[in-house]
């Protein structure tokens, strides 16, 4: 009987088939493969661009009314590169070709993929603005999550083409409600028998459990009440004050609401009439009661882009997600989970071809458009132990590139 030899081809399929079904939060990102590097190699630092979808205005009336047309790009830096190794003898790549899968490629792809997983869901989280639930208070009823499908249905977002991904404490809390209620029989059997919630529960397209759900302290404040300073502001800073002089710090990822400023559908741009959420983008801290704030989405009150309904009032009333009262209330440093419902096209997620060794070594690697992968082996041979220490590795970037595309479940 022939053997089977553990060729690089057949590791890096093992590794790549297993890399991409370990991934809970990235998997069901906007997962692409960058060709422009296929020929000499992509390195650190090197940047690729991802198209965003056009947005127009209906205009009414027979008359032509040209627009302008905002053919915009976000750009991903392939800022990070991972990697595993291991090794095996000759005699092992020859006979023991399951051992090699269970030793070494399956533990592999599980630390390539649970690293990479984490690194992305903590770097973009902070970039959504859209969130439900209460700081340091794991939601357990259903309310909770329709709750965070309106949001996404507001901004047009299709919510069976989602997902949520929830960190283990709110899954087991939410599977546990559910499972006394009056459900179809498949989706009460996923729950008893896998303590996990099924597909199209409560409308979401796909739920998912992870260990690498981030975890983010509030800022903090004393008793006050924070006010718009100046009518008539647009764009990406607020300016405030209010705020309790040299006790007031807001942290990168806080969200807070203005009084009398509404969220619009990006299609028909008609009120939501419910008030928009805003995301603090750099931690600032005051010194005297005031703060210009950097936020996002931009404050843009008409045209293709509009974000809102109308500019804030003067004197309008912030209120931050977290503080126990809008006038004269506190904000204590609260630590909080952060789930995610999200549709697939709110993150990018892109990786590139390294470039390959030639020194003394055998590189390959697996490039894979349709699962939006490229990992690259590098093995040599070492003659003095009859072991072929192998490493494989990936570079990749992340962006945030459709933000009104997901919700934050504070747990």
Same mark, same amino acid.
């Given at each position: 009987?022939?053997?089977?030899?553990?060729?690089?081809?057949? =590791?890096?399929?093992?590794?790549?088939?297993?890399?991409?079904?370990?991934? *809970?939060?990235?998997?069901?990102?906007?997962?692409?493969?960058?060709?422009?590097?296929?020929?000499?190699?992509?390195?650190?630092?090197?940047?690729?661009?991802?198209?965003?979808?056009?947005?127009?205005?209906?205009?009414?009336?027979?008359?032509?009314?040209?627009?302008?047309?905002?053919? +915009?790009?976000?750009?991903?830096?392939?800022?990070?590169?991972?990697?595993?190794?291991?090794?095996?003898?000759?005699?092992?790549?020859?006979?023991?070709? $399951?051992?090699?899968?269970?030793?070494?490629?399956?533990?592999?792809?599980?630390?390539?993929?649970?690293?990479?997983?984490?690194?992305?869901?903590?770097?973009?989280?902070?970039?959504?603005?859209?969130? %439900?639930?209460?700081?340091?208070?794991?939601?357990?009823?259903?309310?909770?999550?329709?709750?965070?499908?309106?949001?996404?249905?507001?901004?047009?977002?299709?919510?069976?083409?989602?997902?949520?991904?929830?960190?283990?404490?709110?899954?087991?809390?939410?599977?546990?409600?559910?499972?006394?209620?009056?459900?179809?029989?498949?989706?009460? *059997?996923?729950?008893?028998?896998?303590?996990?919630?099924?597909?199209?529960?409560?409308?979401?397209?796909?739920?998912?459990?992870?260990?690498?759900?981030? =975890?983010?302290?509030?800022?903090?404040?004393?008793?006050?009440?924070?006010?718009?300073?100046?009518?008539?502001?647009?764009?990406?800073?607020?300016?405030?004050?209010?705020?309790?002089?040299?006790?007031?710090?807001?942290?990168?990822?806080?969200?807070?609401?203005?009084?009398? %400023?509404?969220?619009?559908?990006?299609?028909?741009?008609? *009120?939501?009439?419910?008030?928009?959420?805003?995301?603090?983008? +750099?931690?600032?801290?005051?010194?005297?009661?005031?703060?210009?704030?950097?936020?996002?989405?931009?404050?843009?009150?008409?045209?293709?882009?509009?974000?809102?309904?109308?500019?804030?009032?003067?004197?309008?009333?912030?209120?931050?997600?977290?503080?126990? $009262?809008?006038?004269?209330?506190?904000?204590?440093?609260?630590?909080?989970?952060?789930?995610?419902?999200?549709?697939?096209?709110?993150?990018? %997620?892109?990786?590139?071809?390294?470039?390959?060794?030639?020194?003394?070594?055998?590189?390959?690697?697996?490039?894979?458009?349709?699962?939006?992968?490229?990992?690259?082996?590098?093995?040599?041979?070492?003659?003095?132990?009859?072991?072929?220490?192998?490493?494989?590795?990936?570079?990749?970037?992340?962006?945030?590139?459709?933000?009104?595309?997901?919700?934050?479940?504070?747990?």
């Amino acid at each position: 009987m022939t053997n089977t030899i553990a060729t690089p081809t057949w =590791v890096l399929n093992e590794t790549a088939f297993g890399y991409a079904n370990s991934l *809970s939060f990235v998997g069901n990102c906007d997962m692409q493969y960058s060709d422009e590097y296929r020929q000499g190699g992509a390195k650190v630092g090197n940047t690729v661009q991802v198209r965003l979808p056009a947005r127009f205005v209906v205009e009414w009336g027979q008359a032509l009314q040209t627009q302008a047309v905002y053919d +915009s790009t976000v750009s991903v830096t392939l800022a990070h590169q991972a990697q595993t190794s291991m090794a095996w003898s000759s005699h092992e790549a020859t006979t023991e070709l $399951d051992r090699i899968r269970e030793r070494y490629i399956n533990p592999a792809a599980d630390a390539l993929a649970n690293a990479v997983d984490a690194y992305v869901f903590n770097d973009v989280y902070a970039d959504i603005y859209n969130a %439900v639930g209460t700081p340091g208070t794991t939601p357990t009823q259903g309310l909770t999550y329709l709750q965070a499908g309106l949001k996404l249905s507001d901004q047009a977002v299709e919510l069976m083409r989602s997902a949520i991904v929830l960190d283990g404490e709110a899954e087991i809390n939410i599977a546990n409600t559910l499972s006394a209620l009056f459900n179809p029989q498949a989706d009460i *059997s996923t729950i008893f028998k896998k303590g996990q919630m099924g597909r199209n529960a409560l409308g979401i397209g796909k739920w998912f459990r992870s260990q690498n759900a981030p =975890v983010r302290t509030t800022g903090t404040y004393t008793a006050s009440t924070p006010l718009v300073n100046g009518a008539n502001q647009t764009g990406s800073s607020l300016i405030t004050d209010g705020w309790a002089s040299g006790a007031t710090t807001l942290n990168k990822g806080d969200i807070f609401t203005v009084a009398g %400023v509404y969220s619009v559908n990006p299609l028909s741009y008609v *009120s939501t009439g419910r008030l928009q959420q805003f995301v603090v983008t +750099s931690t600032i801290s005051d010194t005297t009661g005031d703060m210009t704030i950097a936020i996002s989405p931009p404050i843009v009150t008409s045209g293709a882009l509009q974000t809102v309904s109308g500019s804030p009032a003067d004197g309008a009333v912030v209120t931050v997600l977290g503080a126990t $009262d809008p006038a004269g209330g506190t904000l204590a440093t609260t630590t909080s989970k952060q789930s995610m419902l999200f549709h697939p096209e709110t993150f990018a %997620v892109v990786s590139a071809d390294l470039d390959m060794p030639t020194a003394g070594c055998r590189s390959t690697r697996k490039s894979s458009k349709a699962d939006g992968i490229s990992i690259r082996m590098v093995e040599q041979y070492q003659i003095g132990t009859d072991q072929n220490p192998t490493r494989l590795d990936i570079l990749f970037g992340d962006a945030t590139i459709q933000p009104r595309g997901a919700c934050r479940i504070f747990g």
